[in-house]
């Protein structure tokens, strides 16, 4: 493998942020971004944490603002590590719930789309997406670090059965 072009033994995520994905049915509950860093991209819902929240009052809150739900059930499964070329270093817990409280609706930040597990629309996602989304359908624990130039990912490393 390549070395990692920063030294991730020192690195701390100057962002601490949240994602959350629903899935259900043989579905999952993505958004279509209309705001912020990433907006047009294919995501779910989350956000950054406020001072006090821990990840998971932050990511039911998140969900609860863009898409007027709230999730059942929520498990972190992942934690995502970025260094980012245009933005400062992101720390991101990443959640699933198999069930929801309400109606998805659209909001001024996003707009919901349940789609087929077999139809995840990653050329519309970021990159790294595509490498840990999977892990997370089949409910695989996993840490992930990636270094990203612009929107292009320029290095990753993946590691599974991690114990959060």
Not at 22 to 40: F, M, P, Q, T, Y
Not at 94 to 100: G, K, P, Q, S, T
Not at 144 to 154: A, I, P
Request: proline share 7%.
């Amino acid at each position: 493998m390549i070395p990692p072009p920063i030294d991730w033994s020192n690195w701390q995520g100057v962002i601490h942020a949240t994602l959350m994905f629903i899935v259900k049915d043989g579905s999952i509950l993505l958004i279509e971004k209309k705001r912020g860093l990433g907006a047009g991209k294919i995501n779910g819902p989350g956000g950054k944490i406020d001072p006090g929240e821990t990840p998971l009052q932050s990511v039911i809150r998140e969900t609860q603002e863009e898409l007027l739900i709230t999730p059942v059930g929520a498990r972190k499964l992942g934690e995502l590590w970025f260094s980012m070329s245009d933005c400062p270093d992101i720390l991101c817990h990443v959640y699933r719930a198999d069930d929801h409280d309400g109606e998805p609706s659209e909001t001024d930040e996003a707009v919901p789309l349940w789609t087929r597990l077999g139809d995840i629309p990653y050329s519309r996602m970021w990159e790294d997406d595509r490498h840990w989304l999977p892990l997370l359908i089949d409910e695989t624990t996993f840490h992930g670090r990636f270094v990203f130039e612009g929107e292009e990912m320029r290095w990753m490393d993946m590691r599974t059965g991690i114990e959060w």
